[in-house]
């Protein structure tokens, strides 16, 4: 059964860094795209940024320049490294993959069960 494990996460002082990283379980057959979102209280989910199997990548405006988000396809994991976080950028985020689990089966979407950033003096 594939299953999406998120680690790393936690508080940080404005201007500080943190990494969330996702390790997809269960030897899919193929994952596409994977990325991260995330909701803020009272917000609706949004994208963060996404990668691709061939390494290209998006992200939000809001992020861009002080996020990056790597790929190890052998290892079936995903990193956002996070830098110069601020008060805005406190969510949950979550991971997200588009996985075909078996060759016959078609492409789904996968979900982790979300880790919390805070951003905070």
């Known amino acids: 059964q594939v299953q999406l494990v998120e680690s790393g996460g936690g508080s940080v002082q404005p201007g500080g860094s943190l990494r969330v990283s996702c390790a997809v379980s269960?030897?899919?057959?193929?994952?596409?795209?994977m990325g991260w979102y995330r909701q803020a209280p009272g917000k609706q989910r949004e994208l963060v940024a996404t990668?691709?199997?061939?390494?290209?990548?998006n992200y939000a405006e809001s992020v861009n320049g002080r996020f990056t988000i790597s790929r190890d396809s052998a290892a079936n994991t995903v990193t956002l490294h996070m830098n110069s976080l601020k008060p805005e950028d406190t969510a949950v985020y979550y991971c997200?993959?588009?996985?075909?689990?078996?060759?016959?089966?078609?492409?789904?979407?996968?979900w982790g069960q979300g880790t919390q950033v805070t951003v905070s003096s």
């Open positions: 269960g030897r899919p057959f193929r994952i596409s795209i």
């Open positions: 997200n993959a588009q996985v075909q689990t078996e060759w016959w089966v078609q492409e789904g979407d996968y």
């Open positions: 990668i691709t199997t061939g390494g290209s990548s």
